[in-house]
């Protein structure tokens, strides 16, 4: 592939991992007639199948042998890894089939500022007054939802934080996408097979007792997980974190739309205004990165600085997988 190629098909196949995500309502929607629990379940499940198969078919199958031979610390990361992304799977489907989509976008549009601020957190990383002004109007604009919904906005800043801590946790470990996704999957299997074995033995689960088109789309929950996340491993390569940064809106913006448009879910005045609040201070941050991106060598954000140098100077778990 040219060097012209490359990043025309970074872009393409980042465009279509965030337009997948953010066609995730609907799907969910058409598995509303099961519980989010066997819902979450059946996803763990069918990803690691899909996942096993993709390894096995391009001879990726001893990755997997070698996975318990993992130093300690790593399958602790693992493991804390795989908890988080279920975390936030299991909560974005009771988003969805519980007709909450609309906060649930606002838990991935306010995802780049949690990011950033872990960043000081965790890594003790300086920021710009631009920067940490968009943190202070986004922590507004979730103050304002807070006094609309008449509570915390808790399933958008539970969205929010499993999926950036779990992002951090995954730069620093450095897993390949195919090979992590497996291994989350697999962590998470058990239990998932057990609750379905449980619903089973009580002829309660929605994968046998609905249709032959329903129990279709409860398996297709497998590549509908993983597609996205290998599209996103592939732009992650081939375009700049700058322009992932920004491609990364779409996602929310089509769920956002899906929730007002297509599912009538409430827009009252002061949860636009909320939302406004979010918008402005993705613009600043956005325009911010933009101006300071050729002067980012010496001082890089988050992303790029896990990205660079996974694990804080630890070595790559692909290291360990041969």
Known sequence: MSTVDQPRRGYVFGIAAYVIWGFFPPYYKLLSQAGPVEILAHRVVWSMVFVAGILLVGRRGRAIAQIRRLPARILLGIAAAATLIGLNWGMYIYAVVSSQIVESSLGYFINPLFVVLLGVVVLGERLRRAQWTAIGVGALAVAVLTVDYGRVPWIALTLT???????????????????????????????????????????????????????????????????????????????????????????????????????????????????????????????????????????RGLVDDLGKHPGGGREPISNHLG
Not at 163 to 192: D, H, M, N, Q, W
Not at 211 to 229: D, R
Not at 236 to 261: D, K, R, W
Not at 269 to 284: E, K, P, Q, T, Y
């Open 161 to 299: 934080g499993s999926f950036g801590t779990y992002t951090l946790i995954k730069k620093r470990l450095a897993l390949p996408a195919a090979e992590g996704l497996f291994v989350e999957s697999a962590v998470l299997a058990p239990l998932a097979l057990v609750y379905l074995g449980y619903l089973g033995q009580r002829e309660v689960s929605a994968f046998t007792t609905i249709s032959p088109s329903y129990t279709m789309l409860l398996m297709l929950a497998g590549p509908v997980t993983a597609i996205p996340l290998l599209c996103f491993a592939n732009a992650a390569n081939a375009i700049p974190m700058s322009a992932l940064g920004v491609l990364q809106y779409i996602t929310p913006s089509l769920q956002f739309g899906f929730g007002v448009l297509v599912f009538q879910e409430p827009l009252p005045l002061a949860r636009l205004a909320g939302f406004a609040l979010v918008w402005g201070a993705l613009a600043i941050f956005t325009i911010d990165g933009f101006r300071h991106a050729s002067g980012m060598t010496s001082r």
